[in-house]
């Protein structure tokens, strides 16, 4: 991976929390051809070549788990060693709750999972954190944001659901495959990113990365300054995998060190720019997601929304007629 390659997965990536994310909207291959000065059989070219040496795996669209009646949340657990860390890794990545895992150098992890209503996030994840052994777990944050669930629509969802597993497929292949036209499922993709329904996520290997390593610094952010920090950000980090806001004071970045002497002088620029309170660093090793869990999710929560809808309807045409009706 050289620079242009972070700079296309950046380019990539989404995650309407970020402002900077939100004011642009996802982008197709083409867009991200034109914004970093290239053409779009380059684009095409370079990602496949990721794709073939194995760093990138796929890229994944991943829905807001509010659309589907969930609470996300993100914990951090931390394990006495590298032997249970990896039972742990094994025994979460099979639990259904859990929708994503970042595994880092060392004896924690980063556990994104879902609960359903009536369900607490924190109860889950100590359970989890007793189950796998555990010597501590940590509340992140929540993972949900607003999301207008009412203007969501069953032929939304398995839209969504269509794209889960490859965030790029042809959107022909889509529309066939939800009996839409194309432009059908172009419009309501723009509709629903508006909505903040769902983020893009290219998910890489990083243990392919050769004479690097990937470090991830976890910033805490002054109230009120986040605006301005996350300009400087862009601006200081430029080639980043991955910045986004988590929060109204938190904040993070996925960068490619060269060593323990880059990653020193990434946590000093880091530290020196105005609003950052706290900066804290992990080096990743790997990320575990399950695109079909919440696949499956989206097209059971597609089905009750149309059985809904078909009752409704049937209750309206049963309706009684109207007086005046009767009467003539």
């Not at 490859?166 to 529309?175: E, H, L, W």
């Not at 929560?301 to 007629?321: D, Q, S, T, V, Y």
Request: hydrophobic share 45%.
């Amino acid at each position: 991976m050289d620079e242009l390659d972070a700079m296309i997965l950046r380019e990539i990536l989404w995650r309407p929390a970020d402002p900077l994310h939100a004011a642009r909207g996802p982008r197709r291959l083409w867009d991200v051809a034109r914004v970093l000065g290239l053409h779009g059989t380059t684009v095409k070219r370079r990602l496949a070549a990721m794709r073939e040496s194995g760093f990138l795996r796929e890229i994944h669209l991943q829905p807001m788990p509010g659309l589907m009646g969930l609470e996300g949340s993100e914990h951090h657990l931390v394990y006495k060693d590298a032997l249970t860390k990896r039972r742990a890794f094994e025994a979460l990545s099979a639990d259904p709750r859990v929708w994503t895992i970042y595994a880092n150098v060392g004896n924690d992890l980063c556990v994104r999972l879902v609960a359903a209503p009536g369900e607490d996030g924190q109860e889950i994840a100590a359970e989890m954190a007793l189950d796998t052994g555990a010597l501590e777990r940590r509340f992140h944050h929540l993972t949900n944001w607003s999301v207008p669930v009412e203007k969501v629509s069953a032929l939304d969802l398995r839209i969504l659901a269509a794209f889960a597993e490859d965030a790029y497929r042809p959107i022909s292949d889509v529309a066939a495959e939800v009996g839409v036209a194309a432009k059908t499922v172009t419009s309501r993709m723009r509709a629903l990113a508006k909505m903040r329904a769902y983020l893009i996520y290219p998910v890489v290997d990083y243990s392919k990365i050769s004479g690097g390593m990937i470090v991830y610094l976890d910033l805490a952010l002054s109230l009120g300054a986040t605006e301005t920090a996350h300009t400087e950000l862009a601006n200081r980090f430029p080639v980043a995998l991955c910045r986004s806001v988590r929060g109204m004071d938190n904040g993070y970045l996925v960068l490619h060190a060269s060593g323990p002497t880059d990653i020193e002088e990434m946590v000093s620029r880091a530290q020196s720019i105005p609003g950052v309170e706290h900066v804290g660093m992990a080096i990743m090793h790997d990320i575990h997601q399950e695109p079909a869990r919440w696949k499956d999710a989206l097209l059971a929560r597609a089905e009750e929304l149309a059985r809904a809808k078909g009752l409704w309807a049937a209750a309206w045409r049963a309706r009684p007629a109207p007086v005046e009706a009767r009467q003539q």
